[in-house]
T-cell receptor
Framework: KQEVTQIPAALSVPEGENLVLNCSFTDSAIYNLQWFRQDPGKGLTSLLLIQSSQREQTSGRLNASLDKSSGRSTLYIAASQPGDSATYLCAVPKMGGNTPLVFGKGTRLSVIA | DVKVTQSSRYLVKRTGEKVFLECVQDMDHENMFWYRQDPGLGLRLIYFSYDVKMKEKGDIPEGYSVSREKKERFSLILESASTNQTSMYLC????????????FGPGTRLTVL
């Protein structure tokens, strides 16, 4: 059974700091991994999708890496800003490619001005 | 622009009422999903659908049913609402296949009194 864990559950950093959010999954036979952002009381917004054949994806100040063999992914945020404050969730398909996503519980990030 | 809409942002119902939560997507996606999100428990899958008239139980289907009569619309039904169904409900859609991201609606905050 696929399980996704995110550590830490919460993180507070000063503005301008570079930071790393961690995600681990128990079954390494994944098709892809997604990182989402959720603002309080809102839905989820997709940030990055990494296919199983890829090692990383970049979008602006965000960089996500994937190490399937070790069951880990990291989301790197460069030069953090107060607007980055949100909960970040990672997710992988439950089994095969076209199956529901299994989500971690997220990391709540606060960037202090 | 890709869009998933949910019929209500906030809803207050009484115990025993029948509740309908509607979700509509405009992207011609085959897959649609209903989740609930609770503090400390994360996102949990209630039901999903791979196509019109098809439905599959997720991890917590008890007390819920769904309907998908048209491709763009996926309804979640609480047959007899109970206080433990007070939660944030999130709808999502995704194309068939394993390579595409998942899109979420803004969520419905349901309170059952």
């Amino acid at each position: 059974k696929q399980e996704v864990t995110q550590i830490p559950a919460a993180l507070s950093v000063p503005e301008g700091e570079n930071l790393v959010l961690n995600c681990s999954f128990t079954d390494s036979a994944i098709y892809n991994l997604q990182w989402f952002r959720q603002d309080p009381g809102k839905g989820l917004t997709s940030l990055l999708l990494i296919q199983s054949s890829q090692r990383e994806q970049t979008s602006g100040r965000l960089n996500a890496s994937l190490d399937k063999s070790s069951g880990r992914s990291t989301l790197y945020i460069a030069a953090s800003q107060p607007g980055d404050s949100a909960t970040y969730l990672c997710a992988v398909p439950k089994m095969g490619g076209n199956t529901p996503l299994v989500f971690g519980k997220g990391t709540r990030l606060s960037v202090i001005a | 622009d890709v869009k998933v809409t949910q019929s209500s942002r906030y809803l207050v119902k009484r115990t025993g009422e029948k509740v309908f939560l509607e979700c509509v997507q405009d992207m011609d996606h085959e897959n649609m999903f209903w989740y609930r999100q609770d503090p400390g428990l994360g996102l949990r899958l209630i039901y999903f659908s791979y196509d019109v008239k098809m439905k599959e139980k997720g991890d917590i289907p008890e007390g819920y049913s769904v309907s998908r009569e048209k491709k763009e619309r996926f309804s979640l039904i609480l047959e007899s609402a109970s206080t433990n169904q007070t939660s944030m409900y999130l709808c999502a859609s995704r194309p068939a296949g394993s390579t595409d991201t998942q899109y979420f609606g803004p969520g419905t905050r349901l309170t059952v009194l």
